[in-house]
């Protein structure tokens, strides 16, 4: 009985440490971005020696997919499919873009640091194309799916973080003011 009850409190504590160290590396990442989080930094924002962390992620990939995927659970990505089921394009458009607005406020600091890293650091690359670019992929094909090429091409831009921060943090639009005139220039599109 002991044996047992032994082996359930250290898997919990090893449980722990490994959420704790994964939760240090995704605050780290939305500070200072991936490419420049250590695992000494990590180490230290988790309160764990580095030998623990290396024992739980040998190695920065594994550290970054962890990250990643809880990111992930916690404040999933928007799902197009969701949005296949409106009929009337511009209220797919709305719909969508707002979800997508959404989501880019909540997790500003995280996705600027992100892609901003993407840029340059090949680990940070791979990670986006696994967990972010398919996301965008369907957003392009569900909310573009009766667009003109022109039309396609503004979807692209409107579905761009730098274009949501643009609108809104540089400029000063209102999240539905900025989904509106994304919709206007992308309608807009088809007449030229």
């Known amino acids: 009985m002991t044996r047992t009850y032994t082996l359930r409190k250290r898997a919990a504590q090893q449980a722990d440490t490994r959420r704790r160290i994964v939760e240090a590396a995704v605050d780290l990442h939305g500070s200072v971005g991936p490419a420049n989080t250590t695992f000494s930094m990590v180490a230290e924002r988790a309160g764990v020696q580095r030998h623990t962390l290396y024992a739980h992620f040998p190695d920065e990939r594994s550290l970054g997919l962890a990250c990643s995927g809880l990111h992930a659970e916690r404040q999933p990505l928007p799902d197009a499919a969701a949005w296949r089921g409106i009929a009337e394009p511009r209220a797919r458009l ?81 999240p539905g003011a900025a989904v509106d005139a994304m919709v206007r220039a992308i309608e807009g599109a088809a007449e030229r």
């Not at 707002?98 to 500003?108: G, K, Q, T, V």
């Not at 009766?146 to 400029?171: D, I, P, Y």
Request: proline share 2%; aromatic share 12%.
């Open 94 to 174: 709305t719909t969508g873009l707002r979800a997508i607005y959404d989501w880019y406020d909540r997790n500003e600091m995280l996705a600027a640091c992100i892609l901003r890293d993407a840029e340059f650091h090949p680990l940070t690359q791979e990670i986006v194309a696994l967990r972010f670019a398919p996301f965008v992929a369907a957003w392009n094909a569900v909310l573009g799916e009766t667009l003109n090429a022109k039309q396609r091409a503004m979807l692209t831009l409107a579905l761009g973080f730098h274009t949501w921060r643009s609108l809104v943090r540089e400029s000063g639009l209102k």
